[in-house]
């Protein structure tokens, strides 16, 4: 079975500082995707980033970019230039290659400070 | 928006009602799921839909049926529920994972408490 574990409940940031959300994850799968999603307040989860396994380049959009270790097995999401819409809980989430069942962690809440 | 809405938004309901949970995705997918986000637990996977038909059920207590008449809907029939039962209904809609940057479509969900 899959696992992923994201160790930090609860994260601050100042606003326009940059801060790292750290997840790892748990597979015997060599083909696999994984995921970053942002729930604000309002609630409706949508996606920040996704990186194939395969690719050994870090996903990158805008502000948000990612370290993605394959054989450590980690996932990090790095929020550059934070902004106070940027405050919500973030999901770490993994997906195998086939199937359809996306593996959550419990998640990081960040808050950023004015 | 993400294209996946979800009826009610907020459910109180007794040990004794019944009641269902909508949800309607206008993206073409044929996944559809159901979620439970309970406090500082991991999104707990309750059911996958695949073209309509059921492909995963993870241990879900029968007092959670699930129901999806075609792609673009989904239900969750309520009865009997526990107090132990609230928590926050996420459906999601993606399409198969062989296709280029799928990713998962969340609705906003419905907050279930039970009295």
């Known amino acids: 079975a899959q696992t992923v574990t994201q160790s930090q409940p609860e994260m601050s940031v100042q606003e326009a500082e940059t801060v790292t959300l750290s997840c790892t994850y748990d597979t015997s799968e060599n083909n696999y995707y994984l995921f970053w999603y942002k729930q604000p307040p309002s609630r409706q989860m949508i996606l920040v980033i996704r990186q194939e396994a395969y690719k050994q380049q870090n996903a990158t959009e805008n502000r948000f970019s990612v370290n993605f270790q394959k054989a450590a097995k980690s996932f990090s999401l790095k929020i550059s230039d934070s902004q106070l819409g940027d405050t919500a809980m973030y999901f770490c989430?993994?997906?195998?290659?086939?199937?359809?069942?996306?593996?959550f962690g419990t998640g990081t809440s960040l808050t950023v400070i004015p | 928006e993400t294209g996946v809405t979800q009826t009610p938004r907020h459910l109180v309901m007794g040990m004794t009602n019944k009641k269902s949970l909508k949800c309607e995705q206008h993206l073409g997918h044929n996944a559809m799921y159901w979620y439970k986000q309970s406090a500082k637990k991991p999104l707990e996977l309750m059911f996958v839909?695949?073209?309509?038909?059921?492909?995963e059920n993870n241990s879900v207590p029968s007092r959670f049926s699930p129901e999806c008449p075609n792609s673009s809907h989904l239900f969750l029939h309520l009865h009997t529920l526990q107090p132990e039962d609230s928590a926050l209904y996420l459906c999601?809609?993606?399409?198969?994972?062989?296709?280029?940057?799928?990713?998962?479509?969340f609705g906003q969900g419905t907050r279930l408490t039970v009295v």
């Open positions: 999601a809609s993606s399409q198969r994972m062989t296709v280029p940057n799928t990713e998962a479509f």
């Open positions: 989430a993994f997906h195998r290659a086939t199937g359809n069942q996306f593996y």
């Open positions: 839909y695949n073209f309509k038909e059921q492909t």
